[in-house]
């Protein structure tokens, strides 16, 4: 017979039992800025579908951290459906806006991962530090909100 699972038990600062639950996520998840993708998805972002649909397949697939996406443009391509041709358009626009950024290189394929301001695999303080390196994207008509949080500080 095998040996029951470990069972973490988180108490609060009384010794009170907090009840947990694991995610029910299929595997990595992100935290990801709502207000951003929202605003790119919009009919006005002056993004096409194809666009923002790259937008979100690099949400999804941008390991942690600021490691960048290791496929190459055909790769990809073969993937999502289109030409190798057409997703380097894509490419170029998405990177342009800063939705994408090179992060890495392997010979002349670049590499590429989503904006740590759009979306991160990591802990808060990661996220933090990741965007101090870049600036943040160039979303057509979206205007970010006041300071908040540490942004303020």
Same mark, same amino acid.
């Given at each position: 017979?095998?040996?029951?699972? &470990? ?15 694991? /995610?029910? /996520?299929? $595997?990595?998840?992100?935290? +990801?800025?709502?207000? =951003?993708? =929202?605003? !790119? ?14 937008? %979100? ?5 941008? &390991?942690? $951290? ?10 990809i *391509?073969?993937? +999502? ?7 380097g @358009? !894509?490419?170029?626009? #998405?990177? @342009?806006?800063? #939705? ?6 392997? $010979?002349?394929i670049? %590499? /590429?991962?989503?904006?740590? /301001?759009? *979306?991160?695999?990591?802990?808060? #303080?990661?996220? =933090? ?7 943040? &994207? ?8 006041? &300071? =908040?949080?540490?942004? $303020?500080?």
């Amino acid at each position: 017979m095998a040996a029951a699972r &470990p069972v973490r038990r988180v108490v609060d600062e009384f010794g009170n039992d907090v009840p947990t639950a694991p /995610y029910a /996520y299929s $595997g990595w998840h992100a935290t +990801v800025d709502k207000e =951003r993708v =929202r605003a !790119i998805t919009r009919k006005s972002s002056g993004f096409t579908p194809a666009e923002k649909f790259m937008v %979100l397949w690099f949400i999804g697939a941008s &390991p942690p $951290g600021m490691d960048p996406v290791h496929r190459t443009g055909k790769d990809i *391509a073969d993937e +999502v459906g289109m030409t190798p041709d057409a997703l380097g @358009r !894509i490419m170029k626009k #998405l990177a @342009r806006h800063r #939705l994408i950024i090179e992060t890495g290189k392997l $010979g002349r394929i670049k %590499l /590429y991962r989503i904006s740590p /301001y759009i *979306a991160f695999h990591g802990s808060g #303080l990661e996220q =933090r530090e990741a965007v101090k390196d870049w600036n943040p &994207p160039e979303i057509p008509g979206w205007v970010a909100p006041g &300071p =908040r949080g540490w942004e $303020g500080q």
